[in-house]
């Protein structure tokens, strides 16, 4: 069972930074896509960043130059480094996990190539 653990988030102000952790255990291929992201109130769940397991990313253009996903095969972990944060990056941030050998597209991730999820953690920027 494919179990995906995010921690790392919590409040900062406007132009602060957080770096943001998912810890997945229960995979069994060593390649898979990694992905965050995000769900403000009343809002869609969006894609934020994605990575493959041959160091491709992919962002969406509301992060671009502040954000930067990065992957650690080894220890099954991704990371979300969030640099210059603004109060519309407030939001649930999730964590999700794609089908083996996948492989990151240019462009937003999109929901329907993560079949797995974490429970998420909260991100809080005031300004």
């Known amino acids: 069972q494919v179990q995906l653990a995010e921690s790392g988030g919590g409040s900062v102000q406007s132009g602060g930074s957080l770096r943001l952790y998912c810890a997945m255990s229960?995979?069994?291929?060593?390649?898979?896509?990694m992905g965050w992201f995000r769900q403000a109130p009343g809002k869609e769940r969006e894609g934020v960043a994605a990575?493959?397991?041959?160091?491709?990313?992919t962002y969406a253009d509301s992060v671009k130059g502040r954000f930067t996903i990065s992957q650690d095969n080894a220890k099954n972990t991704v990371y979300l480094q969030m640099n210059n944060l603004k109060p519309e990056d407030t939001a649930m941030y999730y964590c999700?996990?794609?089908?083996?050998?996948?492989?990151?597209?240019?462009?937003?991730?999109?929901?329907?190539?993560?079949?797995?999820w974490g429970q998420g953690t909260q991100v809080t920027v005031s300004s």
């Open positions: 999700a996990a794609g089908r083996p050998f996948c492989a990151v597209v240019e462009g937003p991730p999109k929901r329907s190539a993560f079949p797995y």
């Open positions: 990575s493959d397991s041959d160091g491709r990313t």
């Open positions: 229960g995979y069994t291929s060593s390649s898979t896509c």
